[in-house]
């Protein structure tokens, strides 16, 4: 069987790494194309497959994009990438709901069945609910019905989903993973040592872009609250640089930040820490608890789904904004990590990369009505 999928995940971007995992361990024959909708990006910035890939840039920049989509030349522009390289392929596949506007016109155009992964509704903070790409993202997600199927990265995005329109077409969930062969236990003394870190001592670790919802300004007051600890912090600070400016000396000191770390060395960081931090306010799935947990690192996040469901054991945050609450439940971790650690030995089996693949080709094969192929 052979599948298309379009995709506008960057390969160091959760969806791009969803896109990556499914192209190095499934068994069905994937061509690729990978679409740039808001910005100037190149084809090296996308996962590739061995049998095609090619790649389209849709506009350089936010504005013109969503002019395109508003007037209906996004999704044509699309499909017209996609024509040639779908005429032989059985399905098409749609890596993030951003795409889903186009799916009644791929569909019309190369009559093959269209099914997309949804991984989160958008998250918006108070001041920005009128946001032009909440519009962008709500359009998309009320023509969820023009699909043959949906598949959702966790019960909480369904909900979340469910809750915004009235959802007609057969859907499945379909919990995410990582790499196992990527994701893995390094000794500390050798992850430490091949990252020029302090071999003795306590480090935690912050990892993945500074948005807004996920409240790595939270993580740095926290120090404030913690003694004899240090941070190190995976990824440029942007929407908490203010809050990081504003820190007194000797705080800045404890912190260590690394930016444009690549995939590889990202296990090192993990395992090198003796806590990762993650009080996100939101999320549709959360890809670097598993991280983290695979190389064995024990987790301080959200008491809230889905965090507190990929991640069912530890000490939780009932108020991530609270830095205070946060270093308590750091604290806890690190007088039970032997505990915790125990614990995360039913994520790998819960998370194994071949059950991912199966259930995930599975409703690809039914969606394509070739249950049997």
């Known amino acids: 069987m052979k599948v298309l999928i379009i995709n506008i995940g960057p390969s160091r971007s959760g969806v791009g790494n969803y896109v990556k995992l499914i192209l190095k361990y499934g068994r069905l024959d994937y061509d690729v194309l ?210 990081y400016r504003s820190l007194p000396q000797d705080i800045r000191e404890r912190i260590l930040i690394r930016e444009d770390v690549p995939d590889e060395l990202l296990p090192y960081y993990y395992s090198a820490a003796d806590a990762f931090l993650f009080p996100s306010l939101a999320e549709g799935f959360g890809l670097e608890l598993l991280e983290a947990a695979f190389c064995g690192t024990p987790v301080v996040t959200t008491h809230a789904p889905p965090m507190n469901d990929i991640i069912p054991v530890g000490h939780f945050v009932k108020d991530p904004m609270d830095p205070k609450k946060l270093a308590e439940a750091v604290r806890l971790t690190l007088r039970d990590r032997d505990d915790i650690l125990e614990s995360y030995g039913s994520l790998r089996r819960r998370f194994d990369v071949e059950r991912f693949i199966r259930n995930f080709e599975g409703g690809i094969l039914e969606a394509s009505g070739l249950k049997d192929g």
Do not use: C, W
Not at 46 to 67: A, D, F, K, Q, R
Not at 109 to 123: F, W
Not at 188 to 198: G, I, N, Q
């Open 34 to 243: 990978n679409v740039s909708l808001f910005g100037r990006r190149s084809p090296a910035d996308y996962p590739s497959s061995v049998e095609h890939t090619s790649y389209i840039s849709i506009s350089s920049n936010p504005v013109e994009g969503l002019i395109k989509y508003y007037f209906g030349f996004m999704s044509r522009e699309i499909t017209s990438g996609a024509e040639d390289m779908g005429r032989d392929a059985d399905l098409i596949f749609l890596s993030q709901q951003d795409l889903i506007g186009a799916a009644a016109l791929i569909r019309k155009r190369l009559g093959r069945p269209v099914v997309a992964t949804i991984h989160d509704v958008g998250i918006f903070r108070g001041k920005y609910l009128l946001h032009p790409y909440r519009f962008f993202i709500d359009s998309n997600l009320r023509r969820v019905n023009d699909l043959s199927m949906v598949f959702f990265d966790s019960e909480k995005t369904e909900q979340d989903v469910m809750r915004k329109v009235d959802l007609r077409v057969p859907h499945r969930v379909i919990e995410l993973t990582v790499d196992p062969q990527l994701f893995r236990p390094i000794p500390r003394s050798e992850a430490r040592e091949k990252l020029d870190l302090p071999l003795e001592g306590t480090l935690l670790l912050s990892v993945g872009k500074d948005g807004y919802v996920k409240n790595i300004r939270t993580v740095l007051r926290s120090l404030a609250f913690l003694d004899n600890v240090k941070l190190v912090r995976v990824g440029k600070l942007e929407n908490s640089l203010r809050v």
